[in-house]
């Protein structure tokens, strides 16, 4: 039996023995910190899974990783699939900062931040865009003055999703105003729980409110919180973007498989009559469905450490948001007016959810960058045509 083998058989079975039936099928995933409880099984799982260093199983074991090599993380994953075990942990934390500091933090940054990512002990959020600076970032203009071992910073962030239950906000700020616009960036850790940051969530059409506004008042942010120069984090920033919208993290977040006739069975329930256009629609949603899911661990699989994505993985995001916005799309068409329930009596708690899915779906193609953003990326990094 090969080391691989090996390997399989020993998740398998401590997969078995360990995974809580509560974490099985689809449901919540613990985002680290303290702020939003977890139920017990989420809990027992997450505790599991960090003992092993499988929060984050490719990091290294030294920053509370496991080590494993990307034959072994795919073997994994495969094997949670099996079981349709979600993930012990999601967030901004393990999918995006996580990577950027292994890739850009020194030894001490490391050290004091990653395993407490690891170990979701932290939630993190993304200070990044702010009213007047969204898909041209770089026109951001929250400063940071760094006045002796810390930074003050004032200005406002927006759409800071998360924020009102983040310990810890990656930010980025203007730190000189007299170069262009790219030159004078940095990006900072800060915590939020502090006098000088106010956190005021937005309500959204579907009826949640899980992003917000953050108004920085001379809040604080120590100097050995900057991460890699001063004024060099543009080029850091652009990274941790590339680590929320490819490569690894989405591939993590696939863990529990979809029903692949759910579409099917949605048809069958609500639809009385044979409308082939419909039904058409379905099966070629479900073909680009698979074929996207398979691109995807192709190119996971292609790749070195599983840690640095391809500029082919730049199609990943926008793939995801439009097959996100499509399937909530057919779902709306095959249910009809009971689709369009929003609340009272008239419509069961299911057709009402629906409804609220469909609505924030809306959204997939602006976070993480717009799709008219992403398709400029792919045209001129990936396509190699004239920007
Ligand atoms: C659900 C959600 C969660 C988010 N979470 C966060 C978060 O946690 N942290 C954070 O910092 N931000 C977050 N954002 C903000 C998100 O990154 C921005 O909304 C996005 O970058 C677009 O910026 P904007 O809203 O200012 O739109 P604008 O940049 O004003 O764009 C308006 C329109 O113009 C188009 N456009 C702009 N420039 C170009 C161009 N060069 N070529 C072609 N078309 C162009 C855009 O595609 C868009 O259709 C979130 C957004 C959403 C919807």
Request: aromatic share 6%; with cysteine.
């Amino acid at each position: 039996m090969t080391s691989l083998e090996e390997f399989r058989l020993a998740t398998r079975s401590w997969l078995k023995e360990n995974c809580p039936d509560g974490v099985r099928g689809p449901g919540p995933v613990a985002g680290g910190g303290s702020k939003v409880p977890i139920d017990a099984d989420s809990a027992l799982w997450l505790e599991r899974c960090t003992q092993r260093g499988w929060t984050v199983p490719i990091w290294p074991t030294d920053y509370g990783g496991a080590g494993l090599s990307m034959d072994k993380y795919l073997i994994l994953l495969d094997e949670m699939q099996r079981i349709k075990a979600r993930p012990p942990l999601a967030g901004q934390g393990v999918a995006m900062i996580g990577p950027t500091l292994l890739e850009y933090g020194s030894e001490e940054q490391k050290l004091r931040h990653l395993p407490k990512i690891a170990n979701g002990e932290v939630r993190w959020c993304q200070g990044y865009s702010e009213p007047g600076a969204g898909s041209d970032l770089a026109s951001l203009q929250t400063r940071a003055l760094l006045e002796g071992e810390q930074f003050v910073i004032s200005g406002q962030k927006i759409w800071t999703s998360g924020a009102q239950h983040a310990d810890w906000m990656f930010c980025l700020v203007r730190t000189d105003t007299k170069v262009p616009k790219h030159e004078g960036i940095s990006l900072l850790l800060l915590p939020m729980d502090q006098p000088g940051v106010t956190v005021r969530p937005i309500k959204l059409i579907s009826g949640d409110a899980f992003f917000c506004e953050t108004f920085f008042d001379d809040a604080i942010a120590r100097r050995e919180d900057l991460i890699g120069q001063l004024n060099r984090g543009w080029t850091i920033s652009k990274r941790l973007l590339q680590h929320e919208r490819s490569g690894i993290s989405i591939l993590a977040r696939g863990t529990t498989k979809p029903d692949p006739l759910a579409l099917q069975k949605l048809f069958k329930q609500f639809r009385h009559d044979t409308d082939h256009d419909l039904l058409d629609r379905i099966s070629r949603f479900e073909m680009r469905k698979r074929a996207f899911r398979l691109t995807q661990s192709r190119t996971i699989a292609e790749s070195d450490d599983g840690q640095t994505p391809g500029p082919q993985s730049s199609i990943f995001e926008p793939c995801a948001a439009n097959l996100e916005k499509e399937e909530a799309d057919i779902k709306a068409q095959t249910i009809g007016m009971n689709g369009l329930g929003w609340e009272g009596n008239g419509f069961a708690a299911s057709e009402i959810n629906m409804t609220r899915q469909w609505l924030s779906t809306k959204r997939r193609t602006i976070a993480r960058g717009t799709d008219e953003i992403q398709r400029n990326i792919i045209a001129k990094r990936v396509l190699g045509l004239p920007g």
